[in-house]
């Protein structure tokens, strides 16, 4: 196993997809389906990286962002964001909030495994 990856995803598919891949390549992923359940689901479990999508019920991505970084256990754990929000600035915000590296959605099959590897190599 290389490592354990947690997601933050609402959406089956996005969740299914990015699953699917990142088992195939050998780490163990968990997944919560809001941004509280992932904070919990992070402290619990101590995560290699987090994979977090913005668009969340109940508390979006900026906060959980910002949430997970004031925990000093998580404070080195890298938080990816994976996302469909790609206008002017959308980027400079969400690393603003907290996050390390920055995804854009529909992910690409042919190269998401490695995007998620730069930053996960890092930690």
């Known amino acids: 196993m290389k490592g354990k990856l947690l997601l933050i995803e609402d959406n089956e598919q996005n969740l ?16 919560a389906a809001n941004g509280r359940e992932g904070i ?3 402290l619990d ?11 969340l019920p109940e508390m979006d991505g900026y906060a959980v962002a910002a ?3 004031k925990h000093e256990q998580l404070k080195q754990v ?10 002017l600035g959308d ?13 854009e959605k529909p992910i690409d099959p042919e190269t998401f ?5 730069k930053y996960v190599k890092r930690s």
């Not at 479990?45 to 668009?55: G, K």
């Not at 890298?78 to 206008?87: D, E, K």
């Not at 495994?113 to 590897?117: H, P, R």
């Open 40 to 42: 919990q689901m992070a």
């Open 91 to 103: 980027r400079e915000k969400i690393l603003g909030a907290g996050a390390d590296g920055y995804i």
């Open 16 to 31: 299914y997809m990015m699953r699917f891949l990142l088992e195939k390549r050998g780490y163990a992923v968990m997944s």
């Open 113 to 117: 495994v490695e995007e998620v590897e």
């Open 67 to 69: 949430e997970l970084k």
């Open 78 to 87: 890298p938080i990816i964001a994976v996302t469909s929000y790609a206008m």
């Open 45 to 55: 479990q101590n995560p290699q990286a987090i994979l977090l999508d913005i668009q």
